[in-house]
């Protein structure tokens, strides 16, 4: 017989990305092999995100679209995971109308996969084991991380800031910090086998380590994940602004392996939302903040999250955010029409969505097209640099050409040579043209020695 074939359907953040890498490193251990399409599958993981009703809508069609393969092939298993699953609501809806679901489990029992998928093999009934909250941190999981150079750290887990519109604290629970050893092993190890861009993660990486004893902070860990060998490059995802502390602004300045990418979520720019929002600053703040960055790190490049039409934004409101988006000049944004989360302090409130969607809509164009500008514009003032990207992969629109990624988080599009490969090295290029979304560069020198040779064997197309 051969090995029974997972996939894995992921929405969402890094977090979920992650998460989904464990859950294939536990089937893989039970003798599973990874499928590339899921019509051919045994076992189908749909790991889902509930961060807005898009997302949501998203991961239901797809189960929808799975009831007509189920019905082909009965025997095969079906399981649902991951942030929705923690919503009480998803398992009524699925119960009544995906009954060809077999499998229901959360965030924190995730590491129980193989003794989930036994009990779908005795049970008749769909399976649903989701835990409230988290157990003690789980170390030493089997994992199967993505090719290429690039890998994802856990350091800390769910979220206590309760922002008033967010779901995530509810579907990830308490902080809770990874100690800093298993983290540096964990790196170490993945230095050895190659990897060289390195992100580590949580839903606020700036309170890393503020319950564990003792104490440490996010800069205390990067110092020392900075002195692993092999390692170049160092990220870290996501920051509240809140918290992201003088002494890790100094950490990224004097560094030479953290990343100058800086993503800042603000979500709005005027004080009446902010507070609303429980975010914790000002507007004040906020700009005095992005201020001692740029200051300390001059080249960073500045991302941001805001969400528009939120229960009482007003058009002043509303200004006040362009307006701050127009300060900072941030390199990219992601921009979100507010969404009610089941849950949270504000969909609770009498009036839960007041702002009427062609209002959103409207907002979110005007943002968007001064986001898109401002972009351009700082794209643009790269041309002539050069500077060492990474080769991530072939560009998916056209295989005679490299994608590529800065430091900065920036992809860069490099005309490429059919007899030299690339992929997965380090290379300096010059920036030659600039566009909203990306830049063009050619090679202006060798790649880099990789210390362990990663590079994919993968078939690469002739030109
Ligand atoms: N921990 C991360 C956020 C994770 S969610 C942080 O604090 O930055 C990613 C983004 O989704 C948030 O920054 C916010 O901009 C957006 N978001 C979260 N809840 C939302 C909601 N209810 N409606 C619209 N956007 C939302
Ligand atoms: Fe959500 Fe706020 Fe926590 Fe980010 S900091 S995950 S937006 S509650
Ligand atoms: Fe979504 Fe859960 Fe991440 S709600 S954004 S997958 S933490």
């Known amino acids: 017989m051969s090995e029974p074939r997972y996939f894995i359907k992921t929405y969402g953040c890094q977090m979920n990305e992650r998460d989904s890498e464990i859950m294939a490193g536990q089937l893989e251990q039970m003798g599973y092999v990874a499928s590339s399409i899921d019509r051919d599958a045994d076992l189908i993981v749909i790991n889902t995100c509930a961060v807005r009703g898009s997302a949501e809508e998203h991961a239901l069609g797809y189960i929808g679209q799975l009831r007509q393969l189920k019905q082909e092939r009965p025997e095969m298993t079906l399981a649902v995971a991951g942030c929705m699953a923690q919503e009480p609501g998803t398992i009524a809806w699925l119960t009544r109308h995906a009954p060809q679901v077999d499998l229901v489990f959360g965030t924190h029992n995730l590491h129980k996969l193989p003794d989930l998928l036994d009990r779908v093999a005795q049970s008749d009934e769909m399976v649903v084991d989701v835990w409230k909250a988290a157990g003690e941190v789980v170390e030493h999981l089997p994992s199967r991380r993505k090719d290429g150079l ?195 302090p504000a969909a609770r409130w009498e009036n839960r969505d007041p702002v009427p969607n062609q209002i959103k ?7 968007m097209e001064l986001q898109y500008q401002i972009s351009w514009e700082a794209n643009q003032a790269l041309v002539g640099q050069t500077m060492l990207v990474v080769v991530e992969d072939l560009s998916k629109k056209n295989d005679r050409v490299w994608a590529c990624r800065t430091h900065t988080n920036k992809v860069v599009l490099v005309a490429r040579d059919p007899s030299v490969n690339l992929l997965d090295k380090f290379v300096p290029v010059k920036i030659t043209g600039a566009k909203t979304f990306y830049l063009t560069g050619e090679l202006a020198g060798p790649a880099l020695p990789n210390m362990v040779s990663r590079t994919r064997e993968a078939a690469l197309p002739m030109v």
Request: net charge negative; proline share 4%; charged share 30%.
């Open 150 to 344: 690039k890998a994802f750290v856990n350091i800390i887990y769910g979220c206590d800031k309760f922002c008033t519109y967010c779901i995530v604290p509810f579907t990830r629970g308490r902080e809770r910090s990874r100690e800093m050893e298993p983290v540096i092993q964990e790196v170490r190890a993945l230095a050895q086998e190659g990897y060289q861009d390195v992100t580590v993660l949580g839903q606020n990486v700036n309170s890393y380590g503020h319950d564990l004893d003792p104490q440490h902070d996010l800069a205390d860990l990067l110092v020392e994940l900075e002195q692993i060998d092999g390692i170049r490059w160092l990220r870290y995802t996501t920051s509240h602004p809140r918290d992201f502390s003088q002494k890790l602004i100094d950490t990224i300045a004097a560094s030479q392996k953290i990343t100058h990418h800086v993503h800042l979520p603000v979500q709005a720019g005027s004080d009446p939302i902010l507070k609303r929002m429980n975010r914790k600053y000002t507007r004040d703040s906020y700009l005095d903040l992005i201020d001692r960055v740029k200051e300390k790190i001059p080249d960073a490049s500045l991302t941001t999250d805001i969400i528009v039409g939120f229960p009482g934004e007003t058009e002043e409101d509303f200004e006040q955010t362009l307006d701050l988006v127009r300060r900072v000049r941030y390199d990219a944004a992601f921009t979100f029409t507010y969404s009610p989360r089941e849950k949270t």
């Open 361 to 367: 809509k409207d907002r979110l164009n005007r943002l």
